[in-house]
DNA sequence: TTCTTAGATGAGAATCATTCTTATTTAGAT
DNA sequence: ATCTAAATAAGAATGATTCTCATCTAAGAA
């Protein structure tokens, strides 16, 4: 029975880094916050770790980024947001109050994909498609 | 015969702004350069204006937000840019390399926006979608 | 178990993109 | 020409993020 810390031990070992509680604890939080930013983390993170350094936030962050553990997400103006799961998603976005959410839709990815093999954007090589569908929610979080 | 001097003055009219020279140069820049964030729209400006502050250029492009002239552009831990093109379309993205192109597609649009019509996402109200695709430019500029 | 070492962290300083403040200037109406 | 509200200039302030350097420690070897 692999618990959820078990699994955030698989995926640092699998990127081939040190387990630090500091590490641990903040892929726990980009795990169970909603695209949380720095402060956000330093928040979770300071329940366990008061002492922690924000810095050393930044750093591990940046250290996941590297190992594509994790991703940064688009929001104009806002402050840099991360995300850890990596099933293709696209992103909900309400301007207005700065809401984001997952949006799970693998035939509106294939819709897309497709589409770009068969009518590919010339000179460039194409990697992946983010999509952000903005709007306003209806319904309380 | 309109020249984009012309054009830039009657955007402004249309929204109800003043017309002063700050205004018709950072929109031309706007207009001319390929996203710019507020530095490089600065540099351009001080061509003509070599006094102008940058806290000028800041509230120019707020008041330009607020009147919707113009968008942010999401480029993930990059500073803000900034995109006067009122045109439907999408953008071309290397993170690498922090190049950011526009990529009109009519129908690449109206597939994804039938779609959401069709299957209209639950608890949100939709205003409008924003497709990144990101890769790497196989083409010098 | 101990030792070693390279990697990671803590603490605080530095950076810089952006916003704020206040005095001055000016676009546009009359 | 005058007036006024809006806009600008100049510089200070803010805060998210990065940098620096001393200290700590995860993990591998013995």
Redesign the interface.
């Given at each position: 029975m692999k618990t959820q810390k078990d699994n955030i031990q698989q995926l640092l070992k699998n990127a081939k880094l040190r387990l630090t509680p500091q590490r641990l604890v903040i892929l726990e939080a980009l795990l169970s916050l909603n695209h949380p930013n720095a402060e956000e983390l330093a928040l979770y993170v300071r329940k366990t770790h008061p002492n922690i350094a924000v810095g050393t936030v930044y750093k591990t962050l940046e250290t996941f980024l590297e190992c594509q553990l994790i991703?940064?997400?688009?929001?104009?103006?806002d402050s840099?947001r991360y995300d850890a799961i990596q099933l293709p998603h696209h992103h909900?976005v309400n301007p207005d109050s700065g809401r984001l959410e997952d949006?799970y839709?693998d035939?509106?990815f294939a819709?897309?994909e497709n589409?770009?093999k068969e009518?590919p954007?010339?000179?460039?090589?194409?990697?992946?498609?983010?999509?952000?569908?903005?709007?306003?929610?209806?319904?309380k979080k």
């Amino acid at each position: 029975m692999k618990t959820q810390k078990d699994n955030i031990q698989q995926l640092l070992k699998n990127a081939k880094l040190r387990l630090t509680p500091q590490r641990l604890v903040i892929l726990e939080a980009l795990l169970s916050l909603n695209h949380p930013n720095a402060e956000e983390l330093a928040l979770y993170v300071r329940k366990t770790h008061p002492n922690i350094a924000v810095g050393t936030v930044y750093k591990t962050l940046e250290t996941f980024l590297e190992c594509q553990l994790i991703t940064k997400v688009d929001l104009p103006g806002d402050s840099i947001r991360y995300d850890a799961i990596q099933l293709p998603h696209h992103h909900l976005v309400n301007p207005d109050s700065g809401r984001l959410e997952d949006y799970y839709d693998d035939d509106l990815f294939a819709l897309i994909e497709n589409y770009l093999k068969e009518k590919p954007v010339q000179d460039f090589d194409l990697k992946e498609v983010k999509l952000q569908i903005i709007g306003k929610f209806t319904q309380k979080k």
